[in-house]
């Protein structure tokens, strides 16, 4: 399944653009979900709390509140991972995207010339970024085994408590089975996440403040950090910042 946004401020234009692209996808025999958003004030509130999850942004440039270009940059600090691609009127804008990480610049004028091949990159894209999707067992609800799929980005943090292992994501807290939390530290370490205390690991990109002794995340939540491991805390907070500002 791979979930589609749509942002314009056309509704009229939507209406038919959206089936043209569900019907490419399905000619590709790829299963979509997708939302609409006519503001993309809307559509940054649905990055916050990733719900619904996006794997491709369509998205016009020239709208009210908020232009394409503005709200590419805000998105690309919530979320690097999803693909987007520019439908516009404004041809000549194309030079002027490529540093928000455009994967395709459709002209609305010639949607059936470039669309086909801009959805084609964009699947394999997202193909080739699967290796990111985590798998784990967990306990469900009655206390049995199963297996989810969490996209990496959407870990918040791994903790250890009273010999049992969490893991919160930005939809839910799950209880992990028959994991070594040692070898949880090894393995996501390596790809962003931070040891700020021998109970926890964190995903960098929600770090939102370092105290003394505890970091807080972009939620709210406070987690207990150890005074000797806020040094490399605070040089991966720093090194985070700098790259945002960078990005503007």
């Known amino acids: 399944m791979v979930n589609l946004a749509f942002c314009d401020d056309d509704e009229i234009f939507l209406k038919k653009f959206v089936p043209i692209v569900i ?14 958003y006519t503001n993309g004030n809307k559509l940054i509130e649905s990055f916050k709390l990733r719900k619904p999850y996006a794997d491709i942004v369509f998205m016009d440039i020239d709208m009210p509140y908020i232009n394409g270009k503005a709200l590419a940059q805000k998105l690309r600090k919530l979320d690097k991972s999803f693909k987007l691609i520019f439908i516009t009127d404004y ?12 994967i395709a610049f459709i002209p609305k004028d010639k949607i059936g010339k470039y669309l086909p091949d801009a959805i084609k990159r964009a699947i394999i894209s997202l193909e080739e970024d699967r290796p990111r999707m985590q798998i784990f067992r967990v306990y469900d609800t009655y206390r049995r085994i199963a297996e ?8 918040r943090y791994i903790e250890i408590l009273q010999r049992k292992i969490f893991l919160h994501s930005i939809a839910d807290v799950y209880e992990l089975y028959h ?16 040891d700020i205390h021998r109970t926890c690991i964190v995903n960098s990109k929600f770090i939102v403040k370092v105290g003394e002794n505890a970091v807080w995340l972009d939620n709210g939540e406070e987690l207990m950090m150890s ?8 040089e991966q907070f720093a090194k985070d910042v700098y790259e945002g500002l960078w990005d503007e």
């Open 148 to 155: 989810i799929k969490i996209p990496l980005n959407d870990i």
């Open 227 to 234: 005074r000797r491991k806020k040094k490399k805390v605070l």
């Open 179 to 194: 994991y070594q939390f040692s070898e949880l530290v090894g393995k996501y370490v390596s790809v962003g996440f931070l």
């Open 91 to 102: 041809e000549q804008e194309a030079l002027n995207t490529f540093q928000y990480d455009v």
């Open 23 to 36: 019907a490419e996808f399905r000619k590709r025999r790829v299963d979509v979900d997708y939302n609409i």
